[in-house]
């Protein structure tokens, strides 16, 4: 219950904080929107569904990254500006990191999901169709970009963020391949030790 309440907590005051006189509020809605459906379904499947600790964990710290995003535009947020002076950059490379959330949390989701569902038992198989199911994911977020940028002009320019980079799309789908490939890699081992935990102490 305190773990549930801090997590609760964290993600009101930067969703609060992010509200603050943002860049514009047009933008902060269109970033912060997947955050506020995300949390949504949270809530409504919260004793139907519980998720493992890890996933929460990530799906809070991918909500801090749209909503951080959202209160400066992913083309200002100040960090990635040093980062830009510092290394030479061309760019603000913020929405870089959004994209490889992009991957590395919906991996995660949707290995929860499958394993806990029993959909495909042969690990491979289950790889292949996360990194599909993954890149499908972000190709579809890039037609909801193109969707919104065609239907409100340059009002939608800080969401696009491309900053004048030719290979953006593109650049944003490899991150979230990259993301994807690296939490399968880095997190299954720990993630399946979470999941026969929650299936013991559940009684699944």
Known sequence: ????????????????????????????????????????????TRQSFPLTPLLYTLILIHCLVLMVGGHYTYAEVPLFND?????????????????????????????????????????????????????AFSAFYELIEWAVASATGDSAEAFLGTQGYIWDTQSDMALALIGTILALFSLSKWHDQQLRRFFKVNGQ
Not at 26 to 44: H, K, N, Q, R
Not at 111 to 132: A, H, Q, S
Request: with cysteine; glycine share 6%; proline share 4%.
């Open 1 to 44: 219950m305190a773990i549930r309440s801090l997590w609760l907590i964290i993600f009101l005051v930067i969703l609060i904080w992010s509200a603050i006189s943002p860049h514009d509020y047009f933008t902060w809605f269109l970033e912060v929107l997947p955050a506020l459906i995300g949390i949504v379904v949270l809530a409504v």
């Open 83 to 135: 980062f830009k002076a510092w290394f030479g950059f061309e760019r603000n490379n913020y929405d870089k990191l959004g994209h490889f959330m992009q991957g590395f949390v919906p991996a995660l989701i949707a290995r929860e999901l499958i394993v806990r569902k029993g959909i495909i038992p042969e690990r491979f198989w289950m790889n292949f169709f996360i990194i599909c199911f993954c890149l």
